[in-house]
């Protein structure tokens, strides 16, 4: 596809109950990007994969967050008996090249608003 | 205390005014400054980097002043379209690819 696609857009989920949100990186692009952004908030980062390899996780909030990018394209953003606390819009990005950071536009998916009841 | 701080407002504006706002940023590391637009309900995308000499792209003036450590962005000739979420981002060499949000700031134009 054209742009970064992100699946479902929409997740309500019970408390307790276990998710999975995929992003589909623009096609070609090496570095994928996952971030939660809460309402009237700006997005925060939770992990940083280069290909396959998840080289940050250091804004994962808890072990319950896990992400993988198995084959360096498509990523799966998993979390585990979901809390109240996890509802948020969960955005993707990937870019093109980990090179010159100011050469290197992350372009966003639409995200997935995720409500945990 | 944040690491990227805006003013959240909203900014009311006069269709045809000019409005400016700034980010204060804490990390005296940063090296890579941008501005994203994000619509209601959308994706962020990203408006314009932020060079340290200052830069300008039509309407839309950024600046950059490293000492203060602080950006800015200026809108001259507001357009109702320009209602949106300016968020102001920052990188640091430590941070590899990441990047830092502030929380945004809001602006609305009005007819």
């Known amino acids: 596809g054209a742009g970064v696609s992100q699946s479902p857009r929409y997740k309500v989920a019970k408390r307790g109950q276990d998710v999975a949100l995929r992003c589909d990186p623009i096609s070609g692009h090496v570095s994928l990007f996952w971030y939660q952004q809460a309402l009237g908030q700006g997005p925060e980062f939770l992990t940083y994969f280069q290909n396959e390899a998840q080289l940050d996780k250091s804004g994962l909030p808890s072990d319950r967050f896990f992400a993988e990018r198995p084959e360096g394209s498509v990523s799966t953003l998993k979390i585990q008996r979901t809390q109240q606390e996890d509802s948020a819009v969960y955005l993707c990005a990937s870019s093109l090249d980990p090179g010159l950071l100011a050469k290197n536009i992350q372009y966003f998916g639409a995200g997935t608003r995720l409500s945990v009841l | 205390r944040k690491e990227v701080e805006q003013d959240p407002g909203p900014f009311n504006v006069p269709e045809g005014a000019t409005v400016a706002f700034n980010c204060t940023y804490s990390n005296s590391a940063s090296q890579s400054f941008f501005w994203y637009r994000q619509d209601c309900r959308k994706e962020p995308k990203l408006l314009m980097s932020?060079?340290?000499s200052g830069n300008e792209d039509g309407r839309f003036t950024a600046q950059l002043n490293r000492a203060s450590q602080y950006i800015s962005l200026l809108i001259r000739d507001s357009k109702l379209s320009d209602s949106a979420t300016y968020l102001c981002v920052v990188n640091a060499k430590a941070a590899g690819n990441k990047l830092t949000f502030g929380g945004g700031t809001r602006v609305l134009v009005k007819p």
């Open positions: 932020v060079y340290s």
